[in-house]
Structure formats: C-alpha cells, structure tokens
C-alpha cells in the first residue's frame, strides 16, 4: 500500500498539474469515482498522510492529505478559472489548462485570460479547525492506530531534527517520511495536550487575548482556548450546501501552501494600487488569505461527514456489524462501568446511574421547538475549593472523545465570549466557547462561582448557557440580528448547592466515604483500570448513543395507565415535566442495557430510579431549608 | 497603473473590445459601427480615443449659455453626469438595421427625431413607446426608476436584453429618455441629463444563488448593509500634461485602468506626459458590503457577504444595518498576485455596481411600505394556500397545527393563531383619533411548567419578526431603546430594543410578572398607542411599535389559586391587564381523561418518527406562507351584518352586569372583538368579516374570560376585576364595611378620639364575616377620604 499512496500522489499532482485538451469530459468524475472507491478502503485511507498529526511544513506540497476538522465558519463562494489557456512565450503554442484544484494559475506562461475557451466556476471555502475539545485519547489512538501497520515501524531514533526538512521536501521518495515524523511529532503532541492541567492554566490567558482582539500575529479562531492544531482553509467543489457550520468531517484534498499565497498579504499594505483591492479591508485580509505556511488551503476532492470522532468505532454508524457483536456483553461492561463511576462519584452508586444516562444522552429528534432525548444533569453537592470537580472532568474526558471544562467563574462569566459573534470588519465569524461539534460534553463547574457583579456580558452568557440547556440551541451574534444554531452538546453542572442553570434532573451527590487524599484515590481508581475495559467503556458510551428506540403499543397503554393512576392518588406528585423526564430516563436506561424497545420492567426501573432521586432532593430541602 | 503588458481585466465574456468579439449568444449582424454622443449620430472613428471629446468644459456649459430655441437644445445645454455604474457608457455599438427587422412592426422608429432607424439590438425606439408608461417627474432628482416588471410585461424581449445586456441597454435607455423629456420639456433645467435606473429585475436572487452565469448581467439581490466605506474618489479621466512642450490630453479610465500615453502628439517625446491630478475628473464611490438576509438562510449556515459599490449620488444612500434591494451589474475581476509578474491567482473577485437601490425596512420610521412587506409567493404556492383556505376546517386545521408538541390547550392556540393574522389596520388620523390598534395582544398565566415558555418559544420561531425576552432579563431600555455612543466615531447611535425590532412582528415576553414596574409602565404606551417616544441623550423621537405582545405570567405564590381573581394571582396593574385582548389561564386540569391523553400525547411525542408526525401536521413552513399571505394580502371589512352581530353583543355583554349593578364592558372589549373576528376572517382568506367571524369572536372573548375574570366569589364573570382591579361585590363589600364602620363610631357617641386597636375589635365583635385587618385598614382609608376622619399612628381622630 506504500505504493498505492505513492502511485496515488502522482496521479493528483498529474491532475492537478494538466487536464489533457483533449480528454473526455466525465474523465474527472471517472477519477475522482476512483479516489472514493479507493479511500472507502480503511487500509487505504490510512496510508494519506494527515494535517491533524503532521505538521505542515512536512507535507509535500500538492500532495494528497486528509484532514480530520470542524466547519468553524463559511467564506463567500469564489469564482475562479475553472479553464483557462495559457500561451507559451517562446513558443505561442496555447495550451489548455484546468485550474481545479489549485490557488494559483500556472507560472512561466502567459495567461490569457480573454480566450473564449476560458470557463469560470465557482467553489466555496470553509474554515476549518481541529474537532473542538477532542481529548487526548481519541489522538492518541488515531496515531498509534496507523503506527501499528508494520511497514511503518521505523525506529524514531533515525528521525532527523526538522533543520533538515527542507531535504526532505525535496527527496522524491516520499512516502515514508510523513509516517516518521508523525510518529515522533505525534507523541510530542501528546505530551503537550494531554496535561489537563495546563490546559486549564492556559485558558483565561488566552481567552482575554482573544477577547481583546487579535494581539497575536493571527487568531487563528478555535472555539476553545488552549487548542493547538492546524487551521485549514478547505475549497468544496461540490454539493458545498450538504455541509453545515460546526459539522465535523473527514476531508481528503489535495494540500497547497503555495508560498506565493502568503505573499499577498504582507505586500498588500505596501502597494494600493489597484482600486480593486480597497475592497478588503487589512483585517479581512489577514483572516480570508492567512499566509498558507500556518493556514494551509485544501481543495477537497472527498469528505465525508462523521457521526463521531471515536477511533474505536466504525466511522459510519449504520455499518454495525462489529457493533452487533458487542452488544452481547453489554450488560457486564455497564456493569463495569457503573461500578467505576461509583467509586468516582465516592461510592453514590445512584449518581453514576444518572451519570451513564447522561453520559449516553444526546438530541435525537426536535418536535418543532423542544429537543428531545436531551439530559442534562445537575451533579449537587460538590465540595467547595477542592480539585474534586477538576479530577471527575479528568474521568470523564479520558471516556468520552470531546469535551470541555467550562470553570464558571466570575471572571470567566464577566469575559469569555461563549457565543460566536460575527466580526464585520474581518468578516468572520469570532468563535466562542458554545461553538461546539454535536456530542460534545460540557462540564460546567459551578463550584468556582462566587458572589458578585455580573456585568452585561456576564448576564448575556448565563443567558446563553440556559438557553442551550433548554432548548439546545445557541442564537450566534451578528450584530444586527441573531442567527440560531441547533447544537446537540451534552451539559453536566457541578455544583454545591442547586445550580442556578436550568436542568433536566438533578442529582444531590452522596459520597458514602470520604477519602483524605481526594487526588491520590481518585488516581489510584484510574490507575488500576485496565485499558482495555477502558476502551470498551468508550465504546459502549459512543455506540449506544446511535439506537434506535420504540415503545411498543402496549407499554404505550401502561404507561398511560401508569400516569393516570399517580396522578389519581395525588395531582401534586406528577406533572407534565414529570413525565417528559420519566420518559427520557426510561428510554436511556433501556439503551444503556442495549434494549431498543421500552419495556415494562425498565419502565418501572425508571419510576424507582426517579423516586430515590426525589427523595434525595427532598431529604435535603429538610436539612437544609433554605435550598430550594 | 499603466502596465501595458497586463491588459487583459475582464472576466470570461469580453465586451466593448474593439474590434468586439461576438461572445454573446445573440447572433448580432455588425452593418456599421456607430458611435452615439449626446444623442448625436457620429460617423464611426475605429479609436476610442477620437471620440468628440464631451467631457471638454464646453459641453459642460451652464444653463445659461444653452442656447434656446430648438427643442433639442435643452438636451445639449444639460451637462451629461457620467455613469461609472455601468462601466465605460460612451462606446455603445449602435447598429442599423436596415437589413435586419428584428423588431418588426413594433418599432415606430419614425417616432425617433433621427431620421435614420437606428437600434441597438432593437431597443433603443421600443424605449420610444414605452414614454407612456413612465411619467418623468421633475422633482429634482433627473432619475427615472423604471420597474422591470412593468418592462417585462411590456416586451419580454427588451426585458431579457437589458437582463443580459445592462452595460449596453442602460445607455439607451438614458438617450430615449432624455431627448423625450427635452422634446417635452424643452425649457427646463435640470442638474444633469436624466439617468435611467431599473430596479426590480425579475431574476430577483438572493446572494446564495448567484452563480458565474451572472457576471456582467443585470441583477437584483436582497440584503442588509453591514459596512460602508469613506467616500473614495475614483478618477473618470485622467489629465496628462507634456512636461516639454505643455501639451496636455485626456485619457479616459477604462475598467479601472488608465493607459498612459507613452509618446506626446505634439512633441514626440517619449515619457514626457505627466499626471495632473487637480485637471483630472474623479468620481464618488463607496464601497459597501452586503449580507444575505438572515430570512434568505439555510439552516446551520453562515451569511453569505458581497462587495458592491455605490456610485455618484447613491453614495451615502445606505447605512449599514439597512435591508435593501439592490439593483445592479455583477462583475468579476481577476486577482492580481503581483504587479510585477504576470502571474494570475485562479480566483475572481466578484462585487456588484449599484445601479438602484430600495431599502425594503425603512417604514420602521415612515410610513408602512405594503409592497416592500409583500413575500413574494409563487403561483402555486398561492394556490395551495388558497385550497387550504377554501376548507371547512382551516381554522381548526391551522389551530392544531399551531405548537403540535404542545398538548391541547385548544383556545389559546385559536387565540395565539388569531393574534398571528392580527386584525384590520385602519387609520383614523384624520378624525382625529390616530391610528387604530390592530394587534392582538395575549397574556398566558399559569402554573410553572405548564409549557407556556414552550408556547412562546414556539411563536418566536415562527413570526419573520418576533422578539423573545424574558421579564426577568430585560429592562426597560432593553425594550424600547438606548442611545449609545459608538466607541469609533463618537457619534451618538440610537439602538432599538425587543419591542421596536419586533415592529409588525409579536414580542414574545416570558416571566411578564418578575418585570420591574418602570419596565412594564413603558408597554402602556406600546399596548394601546403602538408607539414609543424616546427622550434620550438629545434625541427626541417617537418610534413605531406595532408590536402583538404575547406574554406569560406567573402566579405570585408560584401556584395558581383558585380562590382569587387573575389580578391577586399574578399581582400585576389593572390598568396593563386591560390592554390585553385576551388572557387565558393554563392551568393544570387534574382530570383523569385529560391525564390519560396527555400521557398518550406525550409518549407518542418520545417514539413517533418524524415523518409519522409530519403527516398529521401542516408543517410550520406553509403555517408561515400562510400567516404571511393573509397578513400582507387580506384586509377584511365589517359587513352590515357583522356589525350588527358586533354591536348585539356588545350590548349583551353589558346587559350581563346590569342586572347585579355591575359593569361588565367597556368599549375596550368591543374593540377587541372586532379585532378578533377581522383575524378570524383573514383566517379564511375573506375579504368580508361576517357573522361567523363575529360569532367565533365572541366564543373566544368570553372563553378566556370566563378564565380570567370569573369572581371566584360569586363565580360570576366579572369584566371589571380586570378593568378596576377589583370585583365588582369585593367593591361593594368595602363600601359596606365602611359605612359599618362610620357607623359604629357614630354609635360610639361625641368621641373625638379613639384607640385604633380597639376600635378594629370593636368592629370585629360587631361584624358576623370575619374582618382582617387589611380590610380594617381599608375601610379606614375609606373614610379619611371621606374627610370623616383622620389616623394619626394608633389613635383615630374625627374631624
């Protein structure tokens, strides 16, 4: 297969280079009809090179790379020379040129741009980062999954310091180089992301940078701060309104970093000439023609949207075949898993049930305005000034593939941007915290609130942090209007006390013991689990999320039955929100077993389930009276 | 500027070229190549630059040394103002077509005082016969708007030329008009010769669909300004001048460019001719960016933003934050990477060359734009509209279709879809009485977590203009508006809060009850005049405010109870809950059929597929259509027998109250009444409002009044808790108490003072109903108004 990404390379950069005159018109589709087939082999896929752990300046350039990213913000479509003629000046033999894939039309010709041959198409470009918040794991596993293919063991010892890269570029034989270095720069990588803890540091710097407009040589627009990772300017050809802002997809394009690109924008400010240009302001410049060596273009040959971004899992979800196979022992890895986040939640086995419910929740459907399938849980009772909330995000983020800590500070409240706002002088979209790839889990730790003023921005974000809640929804800013965005973001609240947010169920913690070293036992909990119960613990948590679900005819009625009678026995005990909840957790706890179909002991399970948790919450209203 | 070797500038289709290039689909036969200055026929002269030079100040003479006389001398007299909006104009190609009748018996070309039958591509005369179509005004502005509809309707052919040929059409269409008005109106003087600006070109897209085919094409888009920029001079004609021997010439900027002359004429000196700015004649310009309108976007998309820049007099016309239509020419021009090589980057930069703009919202400020309002509808979405409204049924159809996920609740949705199609817009200015409220305004109370916020999520979402705030969230200058001083050029901006953004659009307020009471007073005004005057910072302006407001309250002791009226339960003034056309109650029902099929409702909510669900609903897409066609389309009117429905019930209602000496209307109710069976109406599409209408009016009025204003003591319906505030038997029953209580100080003798604990066990002992001290309280209030008395700390003094 070396071979195969070899041959492949030279067949693009043959594409990109000439389109014959005199060639078949469906010769492009033909070929690109040949790209997907291939790249639908797994093994095949995994040779193309990616932008996510190789560095740019690495990758040969129009050579055929894949890109794993988020759609942060659309461009305006472009008009380019989809043909055009070029003349040779010696020569003034006209030649036939295909501008498809390329930011620059040929050099040492003349072009002629008034040939009647000459046709202009129109592609679009989005702007794209790395999926938001992806946690180390997912990376991690990505990498050493194509490591583990044997031709590409090579020892890293033999890798040389990056001084020498320019060798490299030039060395025709190519196509082990990318593998080296990934390996290396991979682990790297891993080192740097993969400390939370510094993440977390990281964040408040960043963020007032970003706030404070661009400080930095160029904002390179993540949602989150703290993110690393390349930022990528892809060009759709095609079918460029299938894909929405804030999709993750799987792009496979050919990569120009033309250091012709770059120069535009430094000279820009030199040379006014042309009237043209005064179009773009310095600002829009910067942002729409980013010098290609840190932006890199992609011209998108393929891309597919992904469900998720779990490595462990088939990327399309409906090709369940291994999937099927795990639902067996579905039951004993829920076992597992629960007994884990027991010990987590410091023994309150009833807040890890609710935690897996949550964890496996996500919008399935939207009847008109309300979202359904949504759960989003408040985690009470957390102790105040401990690292307690920081270790149990830890837990979660090494479980789930992306994720984001949101401290609610006042600080952070009073600045941070959480909604994306549109920034007309650059003509972009400012990305905020709450730009979020779907299945995306937000902490939020309430337990760093304190009293105090909340400014207009603060108000403006609790706002928005409720409005996700309820209706899984985030109204982007464009200044003269609001634009909504559906979001599907998983929201779990760690708080002291009831969190001020709006929920969907709240669940009072109950430690059964109370360890001296939170740290430490916390630690030792992850240290002693296996790693493979923990990768199929990731698995569970992403493939159930995929079921479907039915509630048959005749549950339908006893559940009926069910309602009518408790509400006989007392009005006051069950209302209409009562029982949206009671069916969402019906319906959570038949999936986190593997059931598709409600049945009546999972229906009961439900009720129980709910009826120690208002118990809780009730017992506490006692203790403490004045919580609400 | 001058690099000859980089001529080439254009996009994929060539044009004005010489010799020209037939690029056009238009198989065009090239007799002759005529050039047309002023009107004038020239011979053809194959250099541009041998053109009659018109732009030598002897054709800019002022009106007084026009030479009068000859109908064609005002023409001459009257400066041309060049049209950088249509690129470079004074090269159209004319053709005869002597051979060639392309335009057969329509073209009366005698018409035309030049003697010969001169067209381009057959339009110039058809510009002729058009003259009765267009009234030249002279209002000042020497601009004639013409509506392309209108040119389609009358030659389809023209109309698809000027589409596909603006930069050639357009001219011709300024010659016709011109030597027209001047034939008319020989004597008058305007600033320049009259420009001719279409607007309204059918092939109306919004900006996500414009496409490389409409390069070079007559376009109109819809959408808002987000940026302008400085005014930028861009030179028409540069003025060059040989440094040896003085000789100086002009050359013209052709698409943006200026071919310098190397050599002087006059000299034969290489090099020698140097720019003279202050002689060369610039033009204004401004640059300003356009955005999709967000009506105009797919879901999960971003906006998309086009360059088009303003020429001459519709510099500065627009302000960003305007919706506007914009008519012009789309352009593309190749990027240049770098000046100095001939390099080419492959992409195109694209902008739009206003010819005509119309801003579609400024009647936010003036008076209401009906036309701009109209969403355009295909003819056979208006005939499946029209089918819908012919069923028996529709009102219940639409009803239901209204917040399916919401479960029954029946009347408030009749009353929300009602308030959607709002009623009648009348204008009594002239009586006196000024306009007349046609919005329908809603409030909801009720239990907490009785989907009322859903309910209003849900009407956010559909209206085009709906605003959604929470009473807990907002202030009052969130509602109505706020100076601010922009951090940039320090100028004073006037930003507009949820009511005046929601203006012919439904505000939806959440948690009405946790407003504060000077946010609330500011909706008086709103609720009944629908304007809101602003006295902020210097700027003094009454601004329009059609907004419905639909509101949701909740109780003060977070449940509802039953045992008192609306106005205890959710604490809010008589004189705010009166403006309300209808309030209704959600509350719990607590009955066991309506248990079982809320639980059957709700669980079928959980498994039910999308498609299972879309097929028992109108989806929300043609629920809009058809909100938005009856509301710009139907204006119903009173029928005799509606009015007299009207006024029957009217007085049945306040027959009601009479008999227990009770007042159970006002014209307030009326009001609204007619105002529910106008929206009833439009409902079914009739341009009548009869006695159905009316009927369906009263049967909602009294519905939700017999919610909201039933005396839970009596369990009468009683208008005025809402009106008064209070009652009518609370009313009496505190007058009884104190009368009772003068009395009993008068049974008390010639007293002057009295101890007022005592005196209220006094009455306490004396009274068989129980007397709280609230009402003692009350009735002392009572009589100090009365002047009987005065209650200074604990003591009661007589006076």
Redesign the interface.
């Known amino acids: 297969s070396t071979q195969f990404y070899k041959w492949l390379n030279h067949l693009m950069s043959l594409h990109v280079q000439t389109k014959p005159s005199n060639c078949s018109p469906d010769w492009e589709t033909k070929v690109l009809e040949y790209f997907k087939e291939k790249l639908k082999d797994n093994e095949a896929a995994s040779w193309v090179p990616s932008l996510n752990d190789v560095p740019v300046h690495y990758l040969k350039a129009n050579s055929l790379v894949k890109f794993r990213c988020f759609i942060q ?2 461009f ?6 989809g043909v ?1 003629e070029t003349v040779d000046p010696s020569s003034k033999s006209k030649v036939l040129r295909s ?1 498809k894939y ?4 040929e ?1 040492g010709h ?5 040939t ?1 041959n ?5 592609r679009q470009t989005f702007y794209c980062v790395p999926i938001p918040g992806e946690s180390p794991w997912v990376k991690e596993i990505s990498f050493s999954y194509s490591c583990s293919n044997p031709a590409r063991v090579v020892p890293s010892t033999s890798y040389a310091p990056c001084r020498h890269k320019r060798s490299y570029e030039e060395d025709e034989d190519m196509e082990t180089q990318p593998h080296k270095q990934k390996e290396q720069l991979g682990t790297t990588d891993i080192h740097g992301s993969g400390d939370p803890k510094r993440l977390e540091t990281e964040a408040p710097s960043s963020l007032s940078n970003a706030a404070s407009g661009c400080s930095s040589p160029l904002d390179l627009n993540f949602p989150l701060p703290g993110e690393k990772g390349p930022a990528c300017l892809v060009k759709v050809y095609e079918e460029w ?1 299938l894909f ?3 999709d993750i997809l799987e792009v496979y394009g050919i990569l120009s970093v033309d250091p ?1 690109l770059s ?2 924008s430094e ?1 820009k400010d030199s ?1 006014l ?4 240009d ?2 773009e302001s310095v600002e829009e410049q910067r942002v729409h023609c980013p010098p290609a060596s840190l932006v890199p273009r992609l011209h998108m040959l393929y891309a597919h949207r992904l469900q998720h971004n779990n490595p462990l899992l088939p990327p399309a979800a409906s090709e369940g075949q291994s999937s099927s196979g795990f639902l067996n022992d579905v039951v004993s890895v829920r076992g597992e898993l629960l007994g884990y986040l027991t010990h987590v939640l410091l023994g309150d086995a009833l807040a890890a049930e609710y935690l897996i419910l949550h964890l496996i929740s996500t919008v399935y ?1 939207r ?4 979202p ?1 399938g949504k759960f989003t849980l408040n985690l009470s009772g957390c102790p105040h000034n401990s690292t307690y909330t920081e270790q149990l995000y830890r837990v979660i983020q090494q479980l789930i593939p992306s994720s984001f800590r949101l401290g609610m500070s006042l600080h952070n409240m009073n600045n941070l941007r959480l909604v994306p706002r ?1 920034d ?2 650059a ?1 972009r ?1 400012l990305s905020g915290v709450l730009q979020l790839a779907p299945n995306t889990s937000l902490f939020l730790d309430e337990t760093q609130l304190e009293q105090g003023q909340l400014d207009s921005t603060g ?1 403006r974000n609790i ?1 928005a942090l409720g409005n996700l809640i ?2 899984q929804k985030v109204d982007y800013d ?4 609001q ?4 979001c599907n973001i998983n929201v779990l609240i760690a708080s002291e006390g009831k969190s001020l947010l709006p929920c969907d169920c709240h669940v009072r913690l109950q430690p059964q013991l109370a360890p001296p070293n939170l740290e430490q036992y916390i630690s030792t909990i992850q240290v002693s689990l296996s790693p493979s119960l923990l990768n199929k613990f990731r698995i569970y948590l992403s493939l159930l999320r995929t079921l479907d ?3 048959s005819e005749e549950v ?1 009625k006893a ?2 039955d069910d ?2 009678e408790m ?2 026995d007392d ?1 006051q005990s069950i ?3 009562d ?2 909840r009671l ?2 957790v019906a ?1 959570l706890l038949s999936l986190s077993v593997g059931h598709t179909t409600l049945s009546r002991d999972r229906w009961m399970r439900a009720k129980h389930l709910e009826t120690l948790r208002t118990n809780r919450t009730e017992q506490q209203k006692c203790v403490n009276g004045n919580e609400p | 500027m001058s690099s000859p070797s980089a001529t080439p500038t254009k996009g994929k289709r060539t044009r004005g070229s010489n010799p020209p290039t037939p690029t056009q689909s238009e198989p065009v036969v090239f007799m002759k190549l005529m050039v047309v200055i002023n009107g004038e026929i020239c011979c053809s002269l194959p250099a541009p630059l041998n053109e009659i030079d018109m732009s030598s100040p002897l054709t800019y003479g002022t009106p007084s040394s026009r030479v009068e006389g000859t109908p064609r001398s005002g023409l001459r007299g009257t400066p041309v103002r060049q049209r950088p909006d249509l690129g470079s104009v004074r090269k159209a190609r004319q053709v005869d077509l002597h051979s060639d009748h392309a335009n057969g018996p329509e073209a009366p070309a005698s018409e035309h005082s030049v003697g010969q039958k001169l067209v381009i591509w057959g339009t110039d005369v058809n510009v002729g016969t058009c003259k009765e179509k267009f009234q030249i005004n002279v209002v000042g502005d020497p601009v004639l708007n013409v509506n392309c509809e209108h040119l389609q309707s009358f030659d389809a052919d023209l109309y698809r030329q000027l589409i596909a040929y603006p930069q050639e059409v357009i001219p011709t269409f300024d010659m016709a008009v011109n030597e027209l008005f001047f034939e008319r109106f020989p004597d008058s003087v305007i600033e320049h010769q009259i420009q001719v600006r279409p607007y309204n070109a059918l092939k109306t897209r919004n900006m996500r669909n414009l496409n490389p085919e409409d390069i070079d094409q007559l376009i109109t888009i819809s959408g808002m300004v987000i940026r302008t920029s400085q005014l930028i001079p861009e030179m028409q004609e540069a003025f060059f001048r040989c440094q040896v021997c003085a000789f100086s010439t002009r050359v013209e900027v052709d698409r943006g460019r200026i071919a310098e002359p190397a050599v002087c004429r006059n000299c034969n000196t290489t090099h020698s001719m140097a720019l003279i700015h202050n002689r060369s004649i610039f033009s204004d310009k401004q640059m300003i960016k356009l955005q999709e309108s967000p009506e105009d976007m797919p879901a999960g998309q971003t906006p998309h933003t086009t360059v088009v820049y303003a020429h001459n007099d519709l510099v500065d016309k627009v302000q960003p934050g305007d919706r506007v239509n914009i008519t012009g020419i789309y352009r593309a021009v190749p990027i240049r990477l770098n000046p100095r090589q001939s390099n080419v980057k492959s992409v195109y930069k694209t902008h739009i060359d206003a010819i005509h703009f119309r801003k579609t919202h400024e009647k936010r400020l003036h008076g209401l734009d009906e036309e701009a309002e109209e969403k355009l509808f295909t003819e056979e979405r208006v005939r499946t509209l029209r089918e819908l409204a012919a069923k028996p049924d529709v009102y219940e159809r639409l009803s239901s279709a209204l917040a399916p996920s919401i479960y029954e609740h029946e009347d408030i949705k009749k009353g929300i879809l009602l308030q959607l199609f709002g009623g009648t817009r009348k204008d009594f200015s002239q009586t006196g009485r000024g306009g007349f409220r046609a919005e329908i305004n809603i409030l909801l109370c009720g239990d907490p977590g009785t989907s009322k916020s859903q309910l209003l999520q849900y009407v956010y979402n559909l209206v085009p203009r709906g605003q959604y705030t929470s009473g807990k969230g907002s202030s009052a200058v969130g509602l109505t508006a706020y100076v601010m001083k922009d951090p940039e050029t320090r100028q004073l901006v006037l930003q507009t809060g949820a009511l005046v953004l929601s203006d012919n659009g439904i505000c939806c307020i959440d948690e009405f009850d946790k407003m504060s009471d000077s946010t609330r007073s500011v909706l008086h005004e709103v609720m009944e005049q629908q304007t809101l005057s602003i006295a902020k910072a210097g700027i003094i302006c009454q601004l329009n405010a059609r907004t419905s407001v639909l509101a949701a309250a909740n109780p003060v002791e977070s449940q509802w109870n039953p045992k008192k009226t609306t106005i205890e339960n959710i604490q809010l003034p008589h004189t705010l809950l009166s403006r309300f056309d209808l309030i209704f109650l959600m509350l719990d029902p607590q009955d066991e059929a309506y248990d079982r099929r809320l639980a059957h409702h709700l669980v079928s909510l959980y498994y039910q597929s999308e498609e299972q669900l879309e097929e028992e609903f109108l989806d929300m897409a043609m629920l809009k259509d058809y909100v938005a066609y009856a509301r710009s389309y139907i204006e119903p009117r009173l029928s005799e027998e509606a009015s007299q429905a009207l006024i029957k019930a009217y007085v049945d209602m306040r027959k009601i109250g009479s008999g227990r000496g009770m007042v159970s209307a006002y014209p307030r109710q009326l009001e609204s009444l007619i105002r529910l069976a106008e929206a009833h109406a439009k409902v079914r599409f009739s341009d009548k409002v009869e006695t159905i209408d009316v009927e369906e009016a009263k049967r909602l009025h009294r519905e939700a009044l017999k919610q909201s204003a039933t005396d839970p003591r009596t369990g009468f319906v009683d208008i005025s808790i809402l009106t008064t505030g209070m009652s009518a038997t609370a009313r009496k029953r505190k007058e009884e108490l104190a009368q009772a209580l003068k009395r009993l100080i008068q049974s008390k003798g010639k007293v002057p003072t009295m101890k007022y604990q005592q005196l209220f066990d006094d009455l306490r002992a004396q009274s068989d109903v129980a007397i709280t001290k609230d009402m003692f309280e009350e009735a002392l209030q009572a009589l100090t108004d009365e002047d009987y008395l005065t209650v200074t700390g604990k003591t009661v003094r007589l006076l």
């Open positions: 913000d659309m305006d479509p472009e008009f380019y020379m055009y501008g390329k930011d620059v039309a050099c003349q072009v002629d741009l008034n009647k000459a046709v202009t198409l129109e309104e929405k802002v804030n012709v120069v535009i000279d040379s000439v042309d009237p043209m005064c179009t459907a009847r008109d305005v309300l359904l549109k007309y002088t003509n979209l108000v706002t309820s209706w464009f200044n003269y209007h634009m909504e965005f559906p679900y039915s509630i339908t559940v009926e309602f009518v509400r006989k009005p209302s209409a929100e029982l949206h069916l969402v319906r």
